[in-house]
């Protein structure tokens, strides 16, 4: 329950590759091999067909509200590779990237571990559902020119990786305004964008940006930037496909010479283009995906509920953000730490802690539920729901032993009393 795998709708996706043999033998629409061109050299700029038809399906997942040209368009090896190129494009080592926590722990390694970028958390808390305030923007600001650290720009989860959350407009537009006044390039990770399955609906970065007639000023709009992936709307983390897309063409440049350090395979390319160009397969696919998810974080949250264990409301990913701070024995991340080995030894089910998210409250963890069929999800919920009874148990019968030992010693002390009170008569 700590990976954030989509394997809800891979049957959907293996019934099209039935249906399909001739993508999956690289051949074209005519029954020709196509082997040999996609064997050798491929221009490090993709296959602008896949290009095209992955423009239309970003499109199409945000209701076509927004735009892309597949011109500023960069492919990567998944998004992990597409976070650290933009890292190398906008920052120098030692300068910084505003993040709002909690935030994916893989960020940790995605945009420092090579670039010599810093992360400066903007700390948000429950009192607010963990929304990002501008009080919490400009105090992580204020914390990094403290440190004499030059900030480059912030980068947000949307929706959010691990709280399941999608931003509002006014969040957004909020954001982008702070990024003019600091003059700062603003990030949005938008990989989980097609798992939304509930309202709100998802609003892209740019979406936002148009509403606010931002689109007209360049300057603005080349300091936005998207990073997207199939590893969570399609469920193929594997294939390694990630992009970035920007409107600055300094950096769609330079992006592109380094995508040449983790490029997507060309069968890769070329597969998913014929997928993807299937506009009755991907409309169903959408639905379908997002209606299975809704049931199933329908049923995680509800079987937690009856474990008296709630989360955090949410309306996509692959995950809850549970609230177990009620369970702590203290309200430390030490006792975070003692119930998540509890869990993972007792119980035998992995979830992550929100100290691995940089959560500033403890006893906060994220539950992923898409990676696993419904019968082992039930049961993790059984498991869960023992567990809690056992715990519930044990601090009773702790309890009555601690009032027993404190009526004992209230005898004792009486008694004591009595008898010295005797020897003084």
């Known amino acids: 329950m700590g990976l954030a795998e989509n394997q809800l709708s891979f049957d959907l996706v293996e019934s099209w590759l039935r249906k399909n043999p001739d993508a999956m033998g690289l051949k074209n629409k005519e029954g020709?091999?196509?082997?040999?061109d996609l064997a050798l050299f491929q221009d490090y700029h993709g296959m602008p067909a896949f290009k095209n038809e992955l423009v239309e399906?970003?499109?199409k997942i945000r209701g076509n509200k927004v735009k892309f040209d597949p011109k500023n368009l960069v492919l990567a090896a998944g998004a992990t590779s597409a976070n650290e190129t933009l890292m190398f494009c906008l920052a120098d080592p030692g300068e910084a990237i505003l993040l709002p926590t909690p935030y994916y722990p893989g960020f940790d390694r995605d945009l420092r571990w090579r670039t010599g970028v810093e992360i400066v958390p903007i700390h948000c808390s429950s009192s607010n559902g963990f929304r990002i305030s501008m009080h919490a923007l400009e105090e992580a600001y204020e914390r990094a020119q403290k440190l004499n650290l030059k900030v480059k720009g912030v980068l947000i989860t949307n929706p959010s990786n691990?709280?399941?959350?999608?931003?509002t407009k006014d969040e957004l537009q909020s954001l982008i305004t702070f990024a003019i006044h600091k003059?700062?390039?603003?990030?949005?990770?938008?990989?989980?964008?097609?798992?939304?399955f509930d309202s709100p609906c998802f609003i892209s970065i740019i979406e936002a940006a148009m509403d606010s007639n931002l689109e007209r000023n360049t300057d603005v709009?080349?300091?936005?930037?998207?990073?997207?992936?199939?590893?969570?709307?399609?469920g193929l983390p594997g294939f390694r496909v990630g992009m970035i897309y920007s409107n600055n063409q300094t950096v769609v440049a330079a992006a592109t010479k380094?995508?040449?350090f983790g490029l997507v395979s060309s069968q890769t390319q070329y597969l998913l283009s014929c997928m993807l160009a299937n506009k009755k397969f991907t409309g169903k696919y959408m639905k379908e995906n997002q209606r299975r998810l809704k049931r199933r974080k329908e049923m995680l949250v509800s079987g937690l509920k009856?474990?008296?264990?709630?989360?955090?409301?949410?309306?996509a990913g692959l995950f809850c953000w549970v609230d177990m701070r009620h369970m702590l024995t203290s309200n430390t991340f030490e006792a975070e730490t003692d119930l998540w080995k509890k869990i993972l030894c007792e119980v035998g089910l992995n979830i992550s802690p929100g100290s691995s998210c940089h959560c500033s409250e403890p006893g906060w963890f994220r539950v992923c539920f898409a990676n696993m069929n419904q019968s082992t999800l039930e049961v993790a919920l059984r498991r869960i729901k023992g567990f809690v009874e056992r715990s519930r148990l044990n601090y009773q019968q702790n309890m009555?032993?601690?009032s027993r030992r404190l009526l004992s010693n209230w005898v004792r002390k009486l008694s004591s009393a009595d008898h010295r009170e005797e020897q003084e008569r």
């Open 32 to 36: 020709e091999s196509v082997f040999r």
């Open 183 to 196: 003059n700062i390039h603003l990030i949005s990770d938008e990989v989980f964008s097609g798992t939304v």
């Open 306 to 315: 009856r474990s008296g264990i709630n989360c955090l409301k949410s309306n």
């Open 221 to 234: 709009l080349s300091r936005i930037h998207i990073v997207y992936s199939l590893s969570k709307d399609l």
């Open 57 to 59: 399906y970003m499109a």
């Open 400 to 402: 009555g032993g601690f």
């Open 162 to 167: 691990p709280l399941g959350t999608t931003m």
């Open 258 to 260: 380094m995508s040449s």
